[in-house]
């Protein structure tokens, strides 16, 4: 794939940057569309310019990119530093870097054990007490929920995808981001709910929903408390 270039053009009032890349893999002419801009892929024969594919579709550039741009607003200004604060289950908790055997959260307090944060760094050391946590809690909420629901999970794994929040796989194992650590306790619940629902109903079908509500009752505000507040779960930079 050749270096991409980066171009404007004039979409319906909005100065919309972009870039063209060739590519012997496309078949046809797409826009891409992300946190990062607008990608023209162009096929090795072109049928038509990128200019013309971007107009013909201005209208969904421009919505695209706007909300990229929001989420982008919405993005809290991380800094790995001492006396910091990271949400922790929804509510902000202080970074602390001390003497300690292992970090640990305390008092509404993120205790990071110093011999971590010397060896790596206070973000390493704080994705790691995430993570550990995070299997924690996840197992600890499927083991109830499975039980309540009358569904049974094969395993957990705790990922770190950066937009999507869980899965379920065809042979029963959990896919859950750590990053739902920083969310409230009923946002973890709602997705731990939603991903063994699919144990019982694969597709998202009345029966599915009608799962999820009899153990989530406010799953429709918890599911769009996630699409609003998406950019509040952003880690470090390295999400975006």
């Known amino acids: ?32 569309v992300d946190i990062h801009g607008v990608t023209v892929v162009l096929p090795e024969s072109p049928s038509v310019t990128p200019d013309e594919l971007l107009r013909d579709n201005a209208a969904w550039v421009v919505e695209k990119t706007s909300g990229f ?12 530093v001492e006396g910091e604060s990271f949400p922790y289950l929804g509510r ?22 110093r011999h971590h944060v010397e060896e790596t760094s206070i973000e390493r050391a ?12 996840f197992e600890r909420r499927a083991d109830y929920f499975a039980e ?23 042979n029963g194992t959990l896919g859950l981001n750590w990053r739902l650590m920083m969310a409230p306790r009923e946002i973890v619940d709602y997705v731990v709910v939603h991903e063994l629902a699919h144990l019982r109903e694969p597709n998202h079908s009345s029966e599915f929903w009608s799962l999820v509500a ?15 507040n998406s950019a509040r779960l952003i880690f470090s930079e390295d999400d975006l």
Request: glycine share 4%; hydrophobic share 30%.
């Open 1 to 32: 794939m050749a270096k991409a270039q980066r171009h404007q053009i004039d979409l319906l009032g909005n100065a919309i940057e972009y870039e063209v890349r060739h590519s012997s893999d496309a078949s046809n002419p797409r826009i891409d």
């Open 214 to 228: 009899e153990h989530d009752p406010e799953y429709e505000a918890h599911s769009e408390w996630l699409t609003d």
């Open 126 to 137: 704080l994705e790691t007490l995430y993570r550990r946590n995070a299997r924690q809690r």
């Open 92 to 113: 902000e908790h202080e970074v602390v870097v001390e003497q300690r055997p292992s970090s640990s959260v305390v008092d509404g307090t993120l205790r990071l054990a």
């Open 148 to 170: 309540q629901m009358g569904v049974e999970y094969e395993q957990i794994e705790v990922r770190n995808q950066r937009t999507k929040w869980g899965s379920c796989s065809s």
């Open 69 to 80: 741009e929001k989420f982008r607003e919405q993005v809290p200004e991380r800094r790995f």
